[in-house]
């Protein structure tokens, strides 16, 4: 496992990662609910990640953990402070809130549930997120950066997943509207998807998609 400190990033680094191929088998299942719930999966986190609150949440430390202490699993992330959601999806539309207020620098969205683990969400045709960083949201998507202007850093936000419709979207969860929308093309079960470099971030499922959406 690399060192976590590789997972520290500074100014335009903030808006790429390394890119590698990994091929990973195993799945741990599919929903098709309106109202997702799902939880934080250790087995995926980053060296320089703590889970808390029953594995809603995660925090993130500079030093992190001595990787010779963390569990060896072809399913963690070993280059960035990536952690994904235990939660497989396969159709339907899904909504859940981000608590972002105790971070300024994070990633959120979704990504294929086997992703190569040597690379950071946002940066190929396999995950679609939206990032903050320096006081500016961006959208990201096959390496390609999206600025969006029309939202501050507010205490949380929500995102709304149309899989058939092939959209993510960031909503401001306070006015109960759309940000932004990234189109994809989803050909497999996809996993809710978080990266961060400082602070914390806690996730809220078991949401029913809000109905002016």
């Given at each position: 496992m690399a060192s976590p400190m590789r997972a520290v990033m500074s100014g335009s680094r903030a808006l790429r990662c390394w890119k590698a191929r990994v091929s990973l088998t195993g799945y741990v299942g599919v929903t098709s609910r309106r109202d997702i719930s799902f939880q934080l999966d250790e087995k995926t986190?980053?060296?320089?990640l703590d889970l808390f609150k029953k594995n809603t949440g995660v925090i993130y430390h500079m030093l992190g953990i001595d990787p010779s202490r963390?569990?060896?699993s072809p399913e963690r992330f070993r280059e960035w402070a990536v952690v994904l959601g235990d939660t497989h999806i396969v159709n339907g539309r899904h909504y859940?809130?981000?608590t972002v207020k105790r971070s300024q620098e994070f990633r959120i969205g979704v990504a294929d549930a086997d992703m190569p683990r040597?690379?950071?969400?946002?940066?190929?045709?396999?995950?679609?997120?939206f990032a903050y960083s320096h006081k500016k949201w961006h959208g990201m998507q096959a390496n390609k950066i999206i600025p969006i202007t029309n939202i501050g850093h507010p205490?949380?936000?929500g995102l709304l997943l149309d899989y058939?419709?092939?959209k993510l979207?960031?909503?401001?969860s306070d006015k109960g509207s759309l940000v932004h929308t990234l189109s994809a093309n989803f050909r497999g079960p996809v996993v809710p998807a978080?990266?961060?470099w400082d602070g914390e971030l806690l996730t809220h499922s078991n949401l029913d998609v809000p109905d002016n959406l």
């Open positions: 986190a980053h060296s320089s963390v569990t060896q859940w809130e981000v040597d690379e950071c969400i946002g940066v190929n045709n396999r995950s679609w997120v205490s949380k936000v058939e419709g092939g979207s960031l909503v401001d978080f990266a961060l």
